[in-house]
């Protein structure tokens, strides 16, 4: 599957931003979108996941603020984040692991920066 990442910018601190991921190419059923990011020097980190079970699985520093969803219409992934903390800054990669055909892959990345 190939992902396309958008949306990232830059916003003050308690604003609020939508990543969106759109999916294209083969793909089976039995795939599962996510959202990562990563900072300079830091380890990439799960941000916000569906399960294979459909589960949904929240980073604490971002659970209550940070909300994924999922548009099977128009093949999209979002993340809608609200109130950002300049720590939130970092490169956000959507991410699709289909357990059917075996396949981990990665979008290109957005940057968000978030000011104080």
């Known amino acids: 599957v190939q992902l396309q990442a958008s949306g990232g910018g830059l916003v003050q601190a308690e604003g609020s931003l939508r990543l969106s991921c759109k999916a294209s190419g083969i793909y089976s059923s039995n795939i599962a979108f996510g959202w990562y990011r990563q900072s300079p020097g830091q380890q990439r980190e799960m941000v916000a996941a569906?399960?294979?079970?459909?589960?949904?699985n929240y980073a604490d520093s971002v659970r209550g603020r940070f909300t994924i969803s999922k548009d099977h219409i128009k093949n999209t992934v979002y993340l809608q984040m609200n109130n950002l903390k300049p720590e939130d800054s970092a490169v956000y990669y959507c991410?699709?692991?289909?357990?059917?055909?075996?396949?981990?892959?990665w979008g290109q990345g957005t940057l968000v920066t978030v000011s104080s």
């Open positions: 991410n699709a692991r289909d357990w059917s055909l075996g396949r981990v892959d």
């Open positions: 569906y399960s294979a079970g459909g589960n949904i």
